[in-house]
Structures are given as structure tokens and as C-alpha cells.
């Protein structure tokens, strides 16, 4: 198997081989790549890709069209390893799957930490899985099914088995030397966990400190103040949150009797951070929550249609709003200038409000304790901006028009429609967070709506009513 070490290019230096804007590979060396693919030169591609981090190698994979993809994995297929594999995107890694050779994919599953493996598996149908499985020691396979036993997105599928423990009256040296002495011992880890004999985990040690520490001392007396245990039913969520609240390297999981069942790691609890707030920013674009640059022109469409279909229903509303003030707009064609810039200003102003609330609410600074302050501050903000914005647009609409009875409906409709605007921006996510529903889900469609319907009803309404 090819080795994937980091680069040991620093700032201080070149490397043409990596790109300096995002840490990838770099022009010349995919160029080297395209070639040693174009020749079928497998010994080429080895040598290009050999220096390269297994992050990058899959980063690559995903890049690649799928015929070129199959292209590259047939020459390339024997180096795939589990690291290389668990980088993969979730996106295309059946398809991965499906073009390696069995034996492949069997040799990197052993190399794979049992967290890796569930998430690689736990997709699959029983089939698969099986045949997966069975390329792993018995005892291997029994923590993955372990693991597989727990609801779908909880600590118990992010956790991995493998945990260094010791007995708290163990001293440094003792600790040592088991951690020497031991082979099967996860290939990174950031503490020993402590365990009383019904193995209930009491604390953990760093292992910087335990390395620091004089041989004698007991492992009992250098446990971390930060040690906190998880609930292997806990939401990856909440886990994701604990580890950034509390700046967490690793933390115990434990089943429903405190006992110790595995533990979770920085590493996956950030990936499921990042994951998150992918899925917010999709959710709030309306594209699905899965999607990736790597999907086909099919998977885009279905993902895209039900948020369209949506927007039609939504639009349709402002539209009828704005037939119903017909007469209106035929006789002062000056209004259909204008009313796009009312809902579009109302718009913009409650996606600001809008994204602050559900990013709020997705790391939990958003609350019912300050909900309420937070509100007052936004439906504040909103009649500032409506003030200062109401006060440009009558002096445009009167500079344009010279009508100051038409300056002033516009900036009285544009002071209604961006208090509006900020209060549903905040209101609407809350409530959906109360009802239980995602706010990154619906938000959007309701809140668009909302501006559209109620900047077109202001200002038609408005001029209606004064200049009419």
C-alpha cells in the first residue's frame, strides 16, 4: 500500500505539486495526473499520487467525472486504502465501492477504525454489509454491529470501540508500560479513560500529562476537569455542541447503566459540526440537504424541483396581491416601476435576520432564555433600516417622478415592509424550532412570502388609498 503523508512544505517555501489557495493538489501535478491517465501509465499515476494526503486523493475522486472516475480507479485501485476510503464523500462512495475489487475493499476495511467502517456500512443493504463484514475479525465485526444496534445519528453510530482504559490506582509507569506492551490500541487516541470494576468511566488522563508526570504517580491524581461522559442514545448534534462548548478532544460514551461502550473523538465530532451547517446553508437555498457537486443532472433536478414547486405556490400569492390592485397600477404606471423594489428591499432585509436566526439556533446561542431580547433588537433594527431606507427611496421616487405624494407612499411602504421583513425573519425560524421542525428547512419559503405579500399590500395599498 502507497503511504499518504502530509506535505512537509511549509510557507517558507515552493511546491509546485500543491496549490497555495486551498492546500490541494496543484496545477501542474493534476496535469500530471490527466497524462499518466490519458497513457494508462500506471506507474505514473503511483508516483504523482504518492506524496499526496488521502484527503486529497479522495477530494480528487470526487472531482472526476464518473467515466473518468472508473478510468482512474482501474488503474489506481490496488493503492485504495482505508483512509483514502473513509475520505470519500458519502455521495459517491457506493459507486467507489461497486468498481473495487472485493479484496480491496476487504484489506481497507481492516485498516479502518470501527467508527470508519459503521459509517461506510451503515447505508448498505444486508447483502453488502454482510459481505463487508466478514473481512473483519470476529471481535471487529461484533463492535461494528454493536455500534450498528444504535439509532441512526446518535453517539452510539459516531462513537468507535477501541478505548484505552486502566483501573485509577494504576501509576504512570504502569500505564506506560501497558501502553507499549499492547497492540491492538486505536492508532490515534488523546487519553486513558478510567474505569472502576463495573467498568463505569470516573475520568480521563491526557496523555501529555500522563508523559510529563513522575513514574509514581497515580493516575487518579492527574485527571482532566474537563471530562464529561455521553449518552450513546445522544443526538450527533448535541455531541457535536458539547465538544465546541467545552473544547472537548475525545469524550466517553456510555450506554444506558453508565457503563463504557466506546468513545468519540474531535475529529468526527467537528465532522458532524461541518456537516450541520452544510446541511443549514443547503436547506436554506432550497437544494436538499445532500446535494454535491458530484451528483448527476437527474439527482440535481429532484432535489431542486420540490423547492421550486414551493416557490410557485408562494409566488402565486404575491401575484394575486398584486392583481387585486390592477386598476391601480393601469392608472399610475409609475407603480410598476417601483413595487419590485419594495419586496426585493424586504427580501434581502429578512434573509439577514433570517440566517442570523437559524445560525443562532443551530449552535444554541439563539434561545427562549434571550429570544425575547433578541426580537426587540431585530424589529429595532428593522424600523432603522426601514427609516433610513424609506427616507432614500422618496428622494430617489421624488428626483424620478417628481410626485410627493408618491415619495412618500414608497417610504412609508418600505418602513412597513422592513419591520415586517425582521420580525418574520426572527419569528418565523422560532416558531418552526418550537414545532419541532427544522427553521433551516421552511424558513425561506415562509418568510419570502411574507415580505412579498406584505410589500406589495403597503405600497399598492398605500397609493391606493392616498393617490387614487
Not at 474537563?226 to 445522544?234: E, G, K, L, N, Q
Given at each position: 500500500m502507497a503511504e499518504h503523508p502530509r506535505s512537509d512544505q511549509t510557507s517558507g517555501g515552493q511546491n509546485p505539486d500543491r496549490d497555495d489557495d486551498d492546500y490541494g493538489p496543484g496545477a501542474e501535478l493534476l496535469a500530471r495526473i490527466d497524462t499518466a491517465i490519458d497513457n494508462d501509465d500506471r506507474s505514473a499515476l503511483n508516483a504523482a499520487l504518492e506524496p499526496m494526503h488521502a484527503a486529497d486523493i479522495?477530494?480528487?475522486?470526487?472531482?472526476?467525472?464518473?467515466?473518468?472516475?472508473?478510468?482512474?480507479?482501474?488503474?489506481?485501485?490496488?493503492?485504495?486504502?482505508?483512509?483514502?476510503?473513509?475520505?470519500?464523500?458519502?455521495?459517491?462512495?457506493?459507486?467507489?465501492?461497486?468498481?473495487?475489487?472485493?479484496?480491496?475493499?476487504?484489506?481497507?476495511?481492516?485498516?479502518?477504525?470501527?467508527?470508519?467502517?459503521?459509517?461506510?456500512?451503515?447505508?448498505?443493504?444486508?447483502?453488502?454489509r454482510a459481505q463487508i463484514l466478514s473481512a473483519l475479525d470476529a471481535s471487529d465485526?461484533?463492535?461494528?454491529?454493536?455500534?450498528?444496534?444504535?439509532?441512526?445519528?446518535?453517539?452510539?453510530?459516531?462513537?468507535?470501540?477501541?478505548?484505552?482504559?486502566?483501573?485509577?490506582?494504576?501509576?504512570?509507569?504502569?500505564?506506560?508500560?501497558?501502553?507499549?506492551?499492547?497492540?491492538?490500541?486505536?492508532?490515534?487516541?488523546?487519553?486513558?479513560?478510567?474505569?472502576?470494576?463495573?467498568?463505569?468511566?470516573?475520568?480521563?488522563?491526557?496523555?501529555?500529562?500522563?508523559?510529563?508526570?513522575?513514574?509514581?504517580?497515580?493516575?487518579?491524581?492527574?485527571?482532566?476537569?474537563?471530562?464529561?461522559?455521553?449518552?450513546?442514545?445522544?443526538?450527533?448534534?448535541?455531541?457535536?455542541?458539547?465538544?465546541?462548548?467545552?473544547?472537548?478532544?475525545?469524550?466517553?460514551?456510555?450506554?444506558?447503566?453508565?457503563?463504557?461502550?466506546?468513545?468519540?473523538?474531535?475529529?468526527?465530532?467537528?465532522?458532524?459540526?461541518?456537516?450541520?451547517?452544510?446541511?443549514?446553508?443547503?436547506?436554506?437555498?432550497?437544494?436538499?440537504?445532500?446535494?454535491?457537486i458530484s451528483d448527476s443532472v437527474m439527482q440535481t433536478v429532484r432535489q431542486r424541483v420540490p423547492w421550486l414547486a414551493t416557490n410557485i405556490v408562494t409566488a402565486l400569492a404575491a401575484a394575486s396581491v398584486i392583481a387585486f390592485f390592477e386598476d391601480a397600477i393601469a392608472q399610475l404606471v409609475a407603480l410598476a416601476v417601483l413595487m419590485?423594489?419594495?419586496?426585493s428591499m424586504g427580501g434581502n432585509a429578512a434573509t439577514q435576520t433570517l440566517t442570523v436566526a437559524v445560525r443562532g439556533l443551530a449552535t444554541r446561542d439563539l434561545s427562549r432564555a434571550n429570544a425575547l431580547r433578541v426580537v426587540r433588537r431585530e424589529v429595532i433594527v428593522g424600523l432603522a433600516n426601514g427609516v433610513l431606507f424609506g427616507i432614500v427611496m422618496a428622494a430617489i421616487t421624488w428626483a424620478w417622478f417628481r410626485d410627493p405624494g408618491l415619495a412618500a407612499v414608497i417610504g412609508s411602504a418600505m418602513i412597513i415592509n422592513l419591520l415586517v421583513a425582521a420580525l418574520a425573519g426572527i419569528l418565523v425560524p422560532l416558531g418552526l424550532n418550537k414545532l419541532g421542525a427544522d427553521p433551516a428547512l421552511a424558513s425561506g419559503t415562509f418568510v419570502t412570502m411574507m415580505t412579498d405579500v406584505v410589500g406589495f399590500m403597503a405600497f399598492l395599498g398605500l397609493a391606493s388609498a392616498v393617490l387614487l
Open positions: 479522495a477530494d480528487l475522486i470526487e472531482r472526476l467525472a464518473p467515466a473518468r472516475r472508473r478510468q482512474f480507479l482501474a488503474m489506481y485501485s490496488d493503492e485504495i486504502d482505508g483512509e483514502i476510503l473513509s475520505e470519500i464523500d458519502e455521495s459517491i462512495r457506493d459507486e467507489v465501492l461497486e468498481l473495487l475489487p472485493r479484496s480491496v475493499v476487504a484489506e481497507a476495511v481492516r485498516e479502518m477504525d470501527s467508527d470508519d467502517v459503521v459509517d461506510l456500512v451503515e447505508d448498505m443493504d444486508e447483502g453488502d465485526a461484533a463492535a461494528v454491529r454493536q455500534s450498528l444496534a444504535y439509532p441512526e445519528y446518535s453517539a452510539g453510530r459516531l462513537m468507535q470501540s477501541e478505548v484505552v482504559t486502566a483501573p485509577e490506582h494504576w501509576t504512570v509507569a504502569e500505564a506506560i508500560e501497558f501502553i507499549r506492551s499492547e497492540d491492538w490500541l486505536p492508532e490515534q487516541f488523546y487519553h486513558i479513560v478510567l474505569v472502576d470494576p463495573r467498568r463505569h468511566p470516573t475520568g480521563y488522563v491526557a496523555l501529555g500529562r500522563l508523559l510529563a508526570s513522575r513514574r509514581d504517580a497515580t493516575l487518579r491524581e492527574l485527571t482532566e476537569d474537563s471530562f464529561r461522559t455521553v449518552s450513546a442514545f445522544a443526538e450527533e448534534g448535541d455531541v457535536a455542541y458539547v465538544f465546541n462548548q467545552y473544547h472537548l478532544i475525545s469524550a466517553p460514551v456510555v450506554d444506558r447503566d453508565d457503563r463504557l461502550v466506546g468513545v468519540i473523538t474531535i475529529d468526527d465530532a467537528m465532522a458532524v459540526l461541518d456537516e450541520e451547517h452544510e446541511e443549514d446553508i443547503l436547506r436554506l437555498a432550497g437544494v436538499g440537504d445532500e446535494s454535491s419590485p423594489i419594495v419586496a
